[in-house]
C-alpha cells in the first residue's frame, strides 16, 4: 500500500486505535496484553487502579495474548513448557471455567442451590468478564459513550424459558418497559433511511440506494423500515439488471405461493432440503442479480451468506419471498417481542450478574444506574468474598482427584501470567466453548470429546469506531447500510437508547459510535468449512489491516456526505471473535436434523462425575437464552449427584 493513500486514509494520524496498558501503546496484533499487565512487575494486574478493560481501544474481543495457552494445548505444547504446578492451596465449592453469561449464571444457580456462603472460583482467560457479552467505552471529551462488542440484545429466535427469564426478571430488567428508552422516531424524523450500498468492484458503480425491503437480522430491530420513496428509488437507481429490480419487488411485494401444489409439510420439507439462494432463482425464478443484492443479508445471523442457509431457516427467520406460501407457523418462531438493546448490548447483563455475585465490584443498585456504573477489577478476586472472578486465567486441566465414581475433589489448573496453578473444588462446571474441552479433561471419553469438537464456532468480527460527529450520515439520510460485497456487510448506528444517565447521540454534530460488522465466510463451502477458514482469516489479520479496511469502506461509503476518513475517525475497536456464535444445527449440512436422533450437543454435555457441562454450546444454540439454560441444567446436574 503505498504511503501517499496511507496518509489519504489516516493510518498515521494519533487516534487511540491501538491499546494503551499503563501509558505505552502496545502494537497491535503483537501477543501482550496480558502478559504486558503481568510484565508491569504485579501478579494481580487487576489490582491496578488503571486496569479497565472496556475503555481499551484497538484489537479487543478474543485479544491478544488471550488464546495462547489454549492453543498451545491444542497443538500439543503446553506442557514442554509448563513449570510445575504451584498449589494455591485453595478450595471451593465450585469452580467455573468461563467467565461469559453461561458462567455467571451458573454460580448464580449454584448459590440458590447451595447458599449464598458457597466458595466459587470463576476463571476466565480473558481480561474482562462477561464473554461474548462484552462492553466498549469510547472517551469524546468529558463525555462516555458506550458501545456493544458482542452480544448484541436479549432476543431470541425460540421463546425465552421460564428459567431464563426469571433471571432476566431477578437481575432487576423489564423487557417490556423497552420502548420507553428508545427514541424510536429519532433516525426517521430527519429522514435517516436503510440503504444499501453497492460497490463499483462487484457493481460497476459506488451507489447508496435506499433499501426498500430491510430484511430482519441486522443490528436494526424495528427502526428497520424504509424510507417513504424507497421502491421509487430502488427501481430507478440499484445498478442491476432491470429484471432482477423488479424482482426484488415481485419477492418483496407480491404474495405469492411459490409451491403451489404442494402442503404446508411437504413446503417445509422441500424448503429445508435446498438454499435461500436456490429458493430465489430455482423455485421463485429471480434473475441471478437478485441473489448477488442478497448473498451477504444473512451473514449477521448465521456467519454464512444465502447459498449457505437452509431456505426454511430463511422463512423463519422473515426474509421475503415467503409471505404467499401458507407455511403454517408451526416451527416458525420469530420472537421479535422479547427485546431489550442496552448500550453495551448484554454485557449489562453480565454485568448485573456480577453485582449480585460480587456486590462490592459493581456499584449501584439498579438497571439504570448500572449502565454508567464502573466496574471495580481490584474487587473481583478477594480472597474475603465467596465468590471470586480470576481474569486472564486459561484453565489447563480439569481431572478428579482419585477414581472418578469416588471421588470428593476435582482439581483444576490454571495458567496466569506465564505460570501454572492448581485449586480444588468439589464439583467443577466447564462453562467454557466445548471446542477447549477435549484439550483440558482428558476423562472424558472418546466420542464426548468428539461431539465437544464438532461444536466449531461462527467467526465474526464486531467493529466500533468513534466519530466526532454524524453529520456524513445526517447528509447521507441513512442510518443503516447494508453493503452486500463490503469487508463488513453491515455499519450501523447504534438504536438510539438512552437509560438512566446515559443519553444517546441526537444530533448531528455530537460524537457517535458507529457500529460495523462483519462474517468472515468462503461462499461456496460447506457451513463448518467456511467458519473454519474465517476463523484462520480473523486470527491472521493484523489490526493494521483490518484498520485500512475499516478506512477505506467508511471514505467509500460517507464520502459523499463530506466524510474524511484521515479527519473524521476518534478511535476504533475491532471486537474480533474467531470463536464466536455457538454452532447452530441445519437441514443443510448436519442430516440428523432431518433424520433425528441424538444431536452432539446432546453427548457432548453429558456430566462426568463432579464435571458439568455448561455453555450455549451446550444447546447449540447462539443466544443468551440457552446460555442461561444451559448453566440450570449443568447446576442441576451437579447438585443432585
Ligand atoms: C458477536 C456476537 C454477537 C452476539 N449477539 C447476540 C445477541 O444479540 N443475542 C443473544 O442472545 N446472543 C448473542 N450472541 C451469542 C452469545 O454467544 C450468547 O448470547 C452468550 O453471550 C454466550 O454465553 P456463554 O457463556 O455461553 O459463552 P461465552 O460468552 O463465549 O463465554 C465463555 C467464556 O469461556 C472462556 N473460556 C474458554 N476457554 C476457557 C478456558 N480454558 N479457561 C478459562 N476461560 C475459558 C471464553 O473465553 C469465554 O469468555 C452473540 C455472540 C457473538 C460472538
Redesign the pocket.
Known sequence: MDDSRDRELGMHRKITRRDFINGVAVTAGASVMPRHFFAAGSADPEKSPDYYPPSLTGLR??HPG??D??HS?RDGTFWESAGKPEDTGETYDLII?????????AAHFYRKSAGENARILI????DD??????RNEFQAGKRTLIG?????????PEPYSAVAKSVIEELGVNVSSFPRFLERSLYSTDGRVPKIFFDRENFGADKLVDDPCPFPGG?TFDLAVAGPDAWAYFLAEAPIAERARKDVSRLCRDNKDYLPRLNSEQKKDRLARISYAQFLTDVAGMHPDVVRVYQSISQPLFGVGIEAIAALDAADTGYPGFKGMGLEAEGLTNERTYFF?FPD??AT??RLLVRKLIPQAVPGDSVTDLVTAKANYARLDEASSPVRIRLN????RVKHLGDIATSKEVEVS?TRGGKVYTARAKNSI????HV??P??CDELPGKQKEALASAQ??P???TNVLLPNATAFHKIGANSIYAPSGYHTHVDMDLPVSVGDYHCPRTPDEPVVIHM?KSPCKAGMPARDQHAAGRIELYGASFARIERKIREQLAQILGPGGFDPARDIAAITV?R?P????YEYSSLWDKFVLDGGETPCDVARKPLGRIAI?????GAR??????IN??HRAVGEITKA
Open positions: 474481543g478474543s488471550s488464546f495457552a489454549a494445548l471455567v468461563g467467565g461469559g453469561i453461561s458462567g455467571l449464571a476463571l476466565e482467560n480473558h468478564f462477561g464473554g461474548h457479552a462484552k456493544y462488542g458482542g452480544t448484541y440484545s436479549i432476543e431470541s443490528e438493546h448490548g448484554n447483563i453480565a486465567s486459561t484453565a489447563v490454571y466447564l462453562a467454557c466453548w477447549v474441552i484439550y483440558i464456532k461462527v465474526l468480527l464486531y460488522s471486537n471473535w470463536h464466536g456464535y455457538a455448561a455453555n450455549s454450546d451446550a447462539a443466544y443468551t437464552d440457552e446460555a444451559q448453566a
